[in-house]
């Protein structure tokens, strides 16, 4: 893969407003962009996250159906998860990938990287592909907010749900389905 150029930094001329959330924050800053034109711009500060596409040894694809509350309703989606503070993105993943779907893995792939709303996000999710799986026992609790279904799907019911659109996804999943589609040469 080719990596991403180096940003254009925009000149940072002072802070309007901001908010905290749980993981996230919310900023309006006045800038300066590198075209000149200054204004007034709201972004979200995240503090990055991690997302794996786990197969199984038999070639299922390791699912969850989510509650998600800013659009009211349950989607599919891979195991993913926020960077704790200072946490390394693989670290994240194997914590999240035992507490949200009951499995540890024994090998991994770097699928690279993607930003799911650069139009007012800082956020980058660092995808891996999760292969050699063994179910863990004792599974870790999650977040006390997780409503979370474990599903497996072979790679042609997974493709059937994105091309059918009778399920929804989210845009990590389908480009990390993507990106290890490729690796995989499946």
Request: hydrophobic share 35%; aromatic share 6%; with cysteine.
């Amino acid at each position: 893969m080719t990596p991403l150029p180096p940003p254009e930094p925009s000149d940072f001329l002072s802070e309007e407003a901001s908010l905290v959330a749980r993981k996230i924050r919310f900023e309006i800053n006045r800038i300066k962009l590198p075209i000149g034109l200054e204004g007034s711009y709201g972004l979200i500060r995240h503090p990055g996250a991690s997302l794996a596409v786990p197969i199984t040894d038999d070639g299922k694809v390791v699912l969850l159906r989510q509650y998600r509350f800013a659009v009211a309703q349950r989607i599919l989606e891979f195991p993913a998860g926020t960077l704790e503070d200072g946490e390394e993105p693989l670290t994240s993943m194997k914590r999240e990938l035992a507490e949200e779907a009951g499995y540890k893995a024994s090998r991994w792939d770097y699928l690279g990287a993607m930003l799911p709303c650069p139009g007012y996000s800082d956020e980058k999710i660092h995808l891996f592909l999760a292969r050699d799986l063994t179910t863990i026992n004792n599974r870790p609790p999650g977040d006390e907010d997780e409503d979370i279904e474990v599903l497996h799907m072979s790679k042609k019911e997974l493709d059937n749900c994105l091309s059918s659109g009778n399920e929804l996804l989210d845009g990590k999943t389908v480009t990390a389905w993507y990106r290890a589609c490729q690796l995989l040469n499946i």
